[in-house]
């Protein structure tokens, strides 16, 4: 029988991180996916849960862009990002945000869509920004807003991270009621679900090694 010793270990292999182009293609490819499906949200009249979900909402009540307004909502979070993710995370997410606002505004310049069947449109471009988000996520950058809040203030007052942000995404909801169709509510709270469904399919602690 042969001892323990003579058994060949599994060699670990050393964890190798993402250069700094590596994330800066990351962060364009992730916000340029991101940014389609909003221009194919806004197309249908749609919109989604957080700080995007906010930004439409201001684009469908001011006609403000939704660039402009998805890159203001965002301000007020940096400093919460800087205080609890570090400087390269704030940075990183200032770019993708930034990105995302320029993106969203620069498709239609390029791309024109003669027509779009409004719920198969929502629920597809919430496939392509959960695509997107897994881009950022893995490269260690996010489109701030919400999230970053929800997860200050559980580390602060242990509030829940999860329920704020189902009740911010509720009152989002609720809000839509007056700006959107009954078909375009269900399909965008479809959608969502379909966002989140694949960040937690694909964005676990540990599951990958970088």
Aim: charged share 10%; hydrophobic share 55%; proline share 3%.
């Amino acid at each position: 029988m042969a001892s323990v010793d003579n058994i060949k270990q599994p060699v670990e292999q050393p964890r190798i991180g993402h250069t700094l182009v590596e994330d800066a293609l990351a962060i364009v490819i992730g916000t340029l996916m991101v940014s389609f499906g909003v221009v194919m949200l806004r197309q249908v009249g749609a919109l989604t849960g957080g700080t995007a979900g906010m930004a439409f909402l201001a684009h469908y009540v001011t006609q403000i862009s939704f660039g402009t307004a998805f890159f203001i909502i965002n301000l007020p979070f940096y400093y919460l990002s800087f205080r609890r993710m570090g400087l390269p995370f704030t940075l990183k997410t200032f770019a993708a945000v930034a990105l995302v606002s320029v993106f969203s505004d620069l498709h239609p310049l390029f791309v024109h869509f003669d027509h779009l069947q409004p719920f198969y449109a929502t629920l597809f471009a919430n496939v392509i920004m959960g695509i997107g988000f897994i881009v950022l996520f893995r490269h260690k950058a996010s489109l701030g807003g919400v999230n970053i809040l929800a997860l200050f203030l559980q580390d602060k007052y242990g509030i829940r991270a999860g329920k704020l942000q189902m009740g911010v995404d509720c009152c989002i909801v609720l809000a839509s009621l007056f700006v959107v169709s009954y078909e375009m509510l269900i399909a965008s709270v479809l959608g969502a679900v379909i966002v989140n469904l694949i960040i937690a399919m694909n964005h676990r602690p540990g599951r990958y090694s970088v």
